[in-house]
């Protein structure tokens, strides 16, 4: 078990500009999620991945960003034209397959992508 | 719709002495429980979980966590604090629905002084 993975551990960009981030799950967990988490806060739920299909967005998730998981193996969050509120952590998820109706499976985290937009 | 409420923001014991972190749950059925903790600059990490099979679930480094209904709690207490334990902790709930994502509580930061 290698953990999931989630490149840059840090990415400093200015207003105005793209950002990508990229996470590798653990492998055979077909269920991706994305947090995010400001300062004093707890994570805050983006979207929502099984396998290759994106089933739940937030509105938190404005037009600005948009995830992807091509594959079904990793996936990418990119922000554009980044604002200074989209300052914040950003946590990756993985999960293996659900079994039966009740799913008492933890989410196993990566250790985040720190955004600071200047 | 599915919530938890942490109740103290900032939580300081002395080494040694014991720990409790509150929280209470909103459910509209029987809830999956959680706890995680996160270190400084380090990942989420799973302290114990809430399956139903017993009200009192045990979880890594000595904590554990009482489910009681009838209050809608599910405190985290640990008999003796380590210095290591100071994080932050975080109560959390799984909505239920289609995708099963996780509800984070606002968190509280444990302090563990000498």
């Known amino acids: 078990d290698t953990g999931v993975s989630q490149n840059p551990r840090h990415k400093i960009t200015k207003r105005g500009q793209n950002v990508t981030f990229r996470c590798d799950p653990i492998?055979?967990?077909?269920?991706l999620y994305w947090y995010r988490q400001t300062l004093g806060q707890g994570p805050e739920f983006l979207t929502y991945?099984?396998?290759?299909?994106?089933?739940?967005k937030s509105r938190l998730l404005s037009d600005r960003f948009s995830a992807e998981r091509p594959k079904g193996s990793f996936s990418t969050l990119e922000i554009q034209r980044t604002e200074q509120g989209d300052s914040a952590m950003y946590l990756c998820?993985?999960?293996?397959?659900?079994?039966?109706?009740?799913?008492?499976?933890?989410?196993?985290f990566g250790n985040g992508t720190r955004l600071t937009v200047t | 719709a599915q919530s938890v409420t942490q109740l103290d923001s900032h939580v300081s014991v002395s080494e040694g002495t014991p720990v409790l972190l509150r929280c209470n749950y909103s459910?509209?059925?029987?809830?999956?429980l959680f706890w995680y903790v996160q270190h400084p600059n380090k990942g989420l990490q799973l302290l114990l979980k809430y399956t139903s099979a017993a009200t009192l679930v045990k979880g890594i480094n000595g904590f554990e966590a009482e489910f009681k209904k009838s209050e809608t709690s599910f405190h985290l207490t640990k008999p003796s604090a380590h210095m290591s334990d100071a994080a932050e902790y975080f109560c959390?709930?799984?909505?239920?629905?289609?995708?099963?994502?996780?509800?984070f509580g606002t968190g509280t930061l444990l302090a563990v002084q000498p």
């Open positions: 959390v709930v799984s909505d239920g629905g289609a995708t099963n994502k996780l509800i």
């Open positions: 991945f099984q396998n290759e299909a994106q089933l739940e």
């Open positions: 492998s055979e967990h077909n269920r």
């Open positions: 998820a993985s999960r293996p397959p659900g079994q039966g109706t009740v799913d008492n499976s933890p989410l196993h």
């Open positions: 459910s509209s059925y029987s809830p999956s």
